[in-house]
């Protein structure tokens, strides 16, 4: 009997040894973390998986799903039985309807192929938004006098009394404009920018908030205050005003559940009450804010104030039917920086330095007598005299105003305006300005960092730097251009050029989900897609607008680019018909010539152009028909392999034989029996090559007439918004991998590393946005934070440092670093849906040592640049099939080797 209760005790550890060796973590639903306020009917759920050993894989799961977070078995809804299976990325629910306004707890446990079986996982949960328009019964209110550019802030407030305990409680708010909600004095919420930037007319969000903690037995207050925004504030150029709407309103409704079970629901109505004198005087996305602390009104969100001089609220009568639930990663501020100096310019103005060019604003703490007036102005440069430099601001002011209450420490930040800049200047401050006075505020969407590189070459490093932040400052909930002058736009093209380095760095996906819709929301009656989404350059509703090719591409390259990465079908489904619209609308305007004429307005944006008083270097030029047909080939390939994925048999077979009608038409029309392609340009080779559009017995000839351009102009590139994000990745498919780092690794005029020599901190507009002598480029247009040349960054993680997906969502890796001797090391790791994957590479005692990191639940195919398997070293051992390594062989002389997870370490003389 002992023996036997040993042999059971002795089980029972082994079993639970083998549980803790295999777990859950980081679950999301709808690649967001416990999200509250969704209103997807069946969400898909994703979990990662740890363990230990190699070659470890999931073959079944179970999921369960309860209304309390303990499980009970009342309030279970739905658990799957265990279920044969791989997928542990977006697995839908497939319980019973969800209802409105319902948390819903769950969890996961999985079996692994060593036999193991998991515990369940720890509890997340998902809450749902409101699901019909019947679910909202708030009116819309607005105040009646609030028609005017740059009006004061309106603010709207309402009491209430509680006489019960609170079980539970939540505001599902929207507005016109910007919000910023208060309960019983406390800000709502830390978000900023609320309720995002969207297709007002056709797609408006809503956030929900869980305000159980703020609110209090007996008397209760609840505000608002709106700021003009993206909704009435200036977009564009020139007179280009309240493009949605002149009047800001809010819509919310508070849900109260008792203890005792029973609701109540305070509602913007006719009760409450509205003001337009307060302490902010104006606020504009371009020309800041202006605020005056002798006008706060103090308490105005408390129950208790006085609002006998407030007004009645006006009923504005909108439609439901726009309204939709929060999709991408709010804005928030995401971290505060401190200045690194406070100077005198040579003129005498107070500058200070943040150090980094940044988006967001500055928090000013001051003291000083009522009445005194500070005023803020933003920069992202000074110029050759070391002055203070706007003129590339354009139109934008870009400035702050505050007035001084005279309270003793006063602490100032604004709240509906952001500026993109590395330099402040500060006039009027009363006594000694130090750097304990200003603090760096950086907001962007709040998007988890999935990304790092690092390399032996600390220009390189920074330029890695330069392109992460560069991404932090535009992408402001939706993909900008640039973040400081008077544009601040979704400019199309930008996104698509940098799209796979975005989701390198960061985690994309709901934010680019979000996006994507409004594009199609958008996309013209023909199937056109607006050169900037949300699209503020066209009337709102107009069935008609410009695109341009490269431009519009985002509408099939993006979705696409994104189901590469995150492995999201639903995505890929959802877009599909503005993919095909756009494609079609293409084909309706080449027709059966098959050359889409006219079809780019902006050619390859910003290519380069020879100093004009060198006469023997040509520019970079590409035929812009040229440019237009090519586009118009790869959305027609990406679009056949989308309906190839989709299960879109007829459309995969026309469209494959499309893509084949216009290459036949391209190579006619455009390339010669050498090989030269289009004008010559090296745009011309990247395009041709990249979109697979020269026949077989060209490609090396082709290649390279490209590689002796770049070698004519001594390793330099020519190339534009829309060469520039394919030419080192055409470079290494075609044997050329050492002329890759060559441009990459290039110090001078025009590259990569030339504004990093010059001090950057960003990605430039221009590659010659400062000039050698430290003149500026054109005023008109040049931006120091504008991301789309670091669309290199995606060459520097997929090819330098090696990684690479072989199927969507990375559950097939091909990792295939290429190590070179101008560098020493070169590394990189990605956080995929599956885990961490990391790949690297370095030169040591004449050895190339490459270490690799496999996720669980993931495979990779290994490409050494060893030409014999017996040359290379595994963990010191040499290289052999195991339990590990499950097929190992040669592949265009380089040594190719199947894995599982795991931590791997190579090793093979240079």
């Known amino acids: 009997m002992k023996s036997l209760r040993l042999l059971l005790f002795l089980a029972f550890i082994c079993a639970t040894a083998s549980s803790q060796d295999l777990s859950l973590y980081d679950l999301t639903c709808e690649h967001m973390k416990n999200p509250i306020g969704i209103d997807v009917l069946q969400p898909r759920l994703t979990w990662k998986i740890k363990s230990t050993g190699f070659n470890v894989m999931q073959i079944a799961y179970s999921l369960r799903v309860s209304t309390d977070q303990r499980f009970s078995q009342s309030s279970l809804i739905w658990q799957s039985d265990k279920t044969a299976s791989d997928e542990s990325v977006l697995v839908s629910y497939r319980g019973p309807d969800l209802k409105s306004g319902q948390r819903y707890y769950w969890q996961v446990k999985i079996w692994d192929n060593k036999g193991r079986e998991s515990k369940w996982s720890e509890t997340a949960y998902w809450e749902m938004g409101l699901l019909s328009q019947g679910d909202w019964k708030a009116k819309w209110i607005e105040l009646e006098t609030d028609t005017n550019r740059y009006s004061p802030s309106p603010h709207f407030r309402k009491e209430f009394s509680l006489s019960k305990p609170i079980l539970k409680a939540r505001i599902y708010v929207t507005s016109h404009g910007f919000y910023e909600l208060h309960l019983n004095g406390k800000k709502v919420g830390d978000q900023v920018f609320t309720p995002g930037w969207t297709s007002y007319g056709k797609r408006l969000q809503y956030q929900v908030y869980d305000v159980s903690p703020l609110l209090i037995k007996g008397n209760n207050a609840i505000g608002a205050v709106l700021g003009d925004g993206w909704y009435r504030g200036t977009l564009g150029w020139g007179n280009n005003w309240a493009v949605y709407g002149k009047r800001l309103g809010v819509l919310m409704q508070l849900h109260i559940t008792y203890t ?192 790092s590189y690092e390399s032996s070459n600390p220009l390189l490093n920074q330029l890695q730097h330069n392109i992460q932040w560069g991404q932090r400052g535009n992408f402001v909930d939706v993909p900008t251009d640039c973040p400081q002058r008077d544009e601040r736009l979704g400019w199309t093209g930008d996104a698509q050029a940098f799209s796979r380095t975005a989701a390198f760095n960061f985690d994309v996906s709901a934010f680019f989900t979000k996006w994507m819709k409004d594009v199609a929301a958008d996309q013209k009656q023909a199937g056109e897609v607006p050169h900037v989404v949300p699209d503020v350059l066209n009337r709102q509703g107009s069935a008609t607008g410009q695109t341009s090719a490269g431009w519009g591409d985002v509408a099939v390259i993006v979705p696409w680019t994104m189901y590469q990465v995150y492995g999201d079908r639903k995505l890929l489904e959802t877009q599909y018909p503005s993919m095909k619209r756009w494609v079609e609308y293409i084909r309706n305007k080449a027709g059966e010539t098959y050359i889409w004429k006219g079809g780019s307005i902006f050619g390859d944006w910003l290519f380069y152009h020879p100093p004009v008083n060198n006469h023997t270097e040509h520019d970079g030029y590409t035929d812009r028909d040229f440019i237009a047909t090519a586009f118009y080939a790869y959305s027609v390939t990406l679009l056949a392999k989308s309906a190839k994925e989709l299960g879109k048999t007829e459309d995969e077979k026309f469209y494959t034989d499309l893509f084949e009608k216009i290459k036949n038409v391209f190579n006619h029309e455009y390339v010669t029996p050498a090989g030269r392609v289009g004008t010559n340009s090296q745009t011309s080779y990247v395009l041709a090559l990249m979109f697979n559009l020269l026949p077989d017995n060209l490609r090396e000839k082709s290649a390279q007439f490209l590689v002796n351009d770049i070698k004519s102009r001594r390793n330099h590139l020519s190339t534009g918004f829309l060469g520039t994000p394919f030419l080192c990745h055409v470079l290494t498919e075609n044997g050329f991998t050492n002329v890759a780092y060559d441009l990459l690794l290039q110090e001078s005029y025009p590259s990569w590393l030339y504004p990093v020599k010059m001090g950057a901190t960003t990605i430039w507009e221009r590659w010659d946005g400062q000039k050698p002598d430290s003149t500026f480029q054109d005023a008109g247009m040049n931006s120091f934070n504008h991301y789309a040349y670091g669309a290199i960054g995606d060459w520097m993680y997929r090819v330098s440092a090696g990684i690479e997906t072989l199927k969507p969502g990375y559950r097939h890796l091909l990792i295939q670093p290429h190590p070179v001797k101008t560098l020493d090391y070169s590394k990189a790791s990605f956080e995929s849906s599956c885990g961490t994957i990391a790949s690297g590479w370095e030169r040591k005692d004449g050895k190339i040592i490459v270490r690799v990191k496999i996720p669980v639940n993931a495979k990779a195919t290994i490409m050494l640049p060893v030409d014999n398997p017996d040359k290379i070293l595994e963990s010191g051992k040499t290289l052999s099939l195991n339990r590990n390594l499950s097929n190992i062989r040669i592949v265009n002389n380089k040594t190719a080797i199947d894995s599982g997870s795991g931590d791997y370490i190579f090793e093979f003389a240079e």
């Not at 009923?315 to 100096?341: C, F, Q, T, W």
């Not at 130090?434 to 960092?449: C, K, Q, R, Y």
Request: net charge negative; aromatic share 12%.
């Open 260 to 451: 005792d079970g029973t609701e109540t629901m305070i509602l913007t109505d006719e009760s409450w009450k509205g003001y337009n004198n307060g302490a902010l005087r104006m606020n504009d996305i371009y020309d800041g804010e202006t605020y005056d602390a002798t006008m706060r009104l103090t308490g105005w969100s408390m129950p208790g104030y006085n609002d006998d001089n407030w007004f009645s609220v006006r009923i504005g009568s909108y439609s439901y039917d726009n309204l939709i639930a929060s999709e991408g990663p709010p804005v928030r501020k995401i971290r505060e920086i401190k200045p690194v100096k406070v100077f005198r310019t040579p003129k005498g103005s107070l500058v200070v330095d943040m150090g980094q060019n940044m988006v967001g604003w500055v928090r000013l703490k001051v003291s000083g007598p009522g009445g005194t007036t500070v005023t803020i102005r933003h920069a992202e440069f000074l110029d050759k005299f070391g002055e203070f430099y706007t003129a590339n601001l354009r139109a934008a002011k870009c400035k702050l105003t505050y007035t001084l209450a005279g309270s003793g420490e006063e602490i100032y930040e604004p709240r509906f305006t952001f500026m993109g800049f590395r330099y402040v200047e500060i006039d009027g401050f009363p006594g000694n300005l130090t750097t304990e006075n200003i603090t760096g505020v950086v907001i962007h969407s709040d998007m988890p960092v999935t990304g």
